[in-house]
């Protein structure tokens, strides 16, 4: 082997080791914003905006802000399915995460909704959901304990919502 070819691979190999440091710190930076998002997280209920038994319609969109991460999901019997927005109604994530109804599936969904959270710099967490069934308790309670505030979603608006998109866009 020549010389010049030894320097190169000399160079190569302290390029990869480089590569690997700096991909191992961003991925500890990364854990840690996703562990202070966690320990940031806070939910709120209607309750807290209740004034007198009365709610503000006003105060209820201040919980959303540009620093929060909107979780929709469709409540199953065996699964659930996730996907996420932000505060304008983008979409943060390509497809549904799908996971089960129970603990095990519940933790699965916090952290993917934390590594969303953290991948696009949001500090809190709303779940919507439709209380149909008795399916969402479980799930809805669960979250609420971990610091995620849970909205419902009334599901005559959202039926109503998809039949006025399926009319603009699908001709009868």
């Known amino acids: 082997m020549n010389r010049n070819a030894h320097t190169s691979k000399k160079q190569t190999s302290k390029t990869a080791a ?9 991925q500890a930076e990364f854990i840690k914003k996703c562990e202070e998002i966690v320990k940031g997280l806070q939910a709120h209920s209607w309750k807290d905006l209740e004034v007198g038994h009365k709610f503000r319609h006003n105060e209820k969109l201040d919980l959303i802000t540009a620093g929060s991460l909107i979780v ?8 659930h399915f996730i996907r996420a927005i932000d505060a304008q109604g983008r979409a943060l994530t390509n497809k ?8 095990e599936g519940f933790k699965a969904a916090h952290d993917w909704m934390v590594k ?3 991948q696009n710099d949001k ?7 439709e ?3 008795h399916y969402w308790f479980c799930f809805a309670a669960w979250c609420t304990s971990h610091g995620i505030t849970v909205v419902q979603v009334n599901p005559y608006a959202v039926k109503g919502k998809h039949n006025n998109q399926r009319t603009l866009t699908k001709p009868a």
């Open 18 to 26: 480089s590569e690997g440091r700096r991909g191992k710190e961003e």
């Open 72 to 79: 929709g999901c469709d409540i199953g019997s065996v699964k």
């Open 96 to 103: 549904p995460f799908p996971f089960e109804n129970d603990e």
């Open 116 to 118: 969303v959270a953290a």
């Open 123 to 129: 500090t809190q967490i709303v779940l919507a959901l």
């Open 131 to 133: 209380p149909t069934g």
